[in-house]
């Protein structure tokens, strides 16, 4: 069965500074898909960015980006110049290539500082 | 607009009392599911569905029932809560193609006294 791990429940940073958000997997599978989802007090789930299994390139959504480590079975998130609005909890999640079912990780909530 | 529906946002509700959470689409998504939400055990899938009349258990099913007699509908329904069914309700749905974004609901708090 696939498992997702997220280490750090909680993170904080300074606005306009860099910080990282770890998130390893494990799986046997070779193709499928990894997420970060963010959810804001508001509750609600916002899909941040996806990687394909498959590509290698690292996928980048404007201030944010992934570094994926296909063999090390590592996902991280980097938001880049961080803003007040993105203080939320993120969740890192891993699909199979077959089916549309989401397993998440525990979630790491993260603190903007002005 | 695109969207995933859920009534009721809040709920609080006594042991034993049957409800019924609703859920509904309007993108024509052949797949659709329900995860419940846990402080620490972040979201855990409790049914899906790939289509009409055909739905299946996910991880944490007991004590729960789905029903899927239309393509934009998947409701959740509690015969009998209990107070271990207190938690954070998110529907999800999805077009079943490979690109598997999934589209979630904007979620239910219940509470089972």
């Known amino acids: 069965a696939q498992t997702v791990t997220q280490s750090q429940p909680e993170m904080s940073v300074q606005e306009a500074e860099t910080v990282t958000l770890s998130c390893t997997y494990d799986t046997s599978e070779s193709d499928y898909y990894l997420f970060w989802y963010k959810q804001p007090p508001s509750r609600q789930m916002i899909l941040v960015i996806r990687?394909?299994?498959?590509?290698?390139q690292n996928a980048t959504e404007n201030r944010f980006s992934v570094n994926f480590q296909k063999a090390a079975k590592s996902f991280s998130l980097k938001i880049s110049d961080s803003q007040l609005g993105d203080a939320a909890m993120y969740f890192c999640?891993?699909?199979?290539?077959?089916?549309?079912?989401?397993?998440f990780g525990t979630g790491t909530r993260l603190q903007v500082f002005p | 607009e695109a969207q995933v529906t859920q009534n009721p946002r809040y709920l609080i509700t006594v042991t034993g009392k049957k409800l019924t959470v609703t859920c509904s689409q309007n993108m024509n998504h052949e797949y659709m599911s329900w995860y419940r939400q846990d402080p620490g055990l972040g979201l855990r899938q409790i049914y899906y569905?790939?289509?009409?009349?055909?739905?299946d258990k996910g991880d944490v099913p007991e004590g729960y029932k789905v029903s899927r007699k239309e393509k934009r509908n998947f409701p959740l329904i509690l015969e009998s809560p209990s107070p271990n069914q207190t938690s954070l309700y998110f529907c999800?749905?999805?077009?079943?193609?490979?690109?598997?974004?999934?589209?979630f609901g904007p979620g239910t708090r219940l509470t089972v006294l």
């Open positions: 999640a891993y699909s199979s290539y077959n089916t549309d079912k989401l397993i």
């Open positions: 569905s790939m289509n009409v009349e055909v739905t």
């Open positions: 999800a749905s999805s077009s079943g193609m490979v690109n598997n974004e999934q589209f």
């Open positions: 990687q394909e299994a498959y590509k290698q």
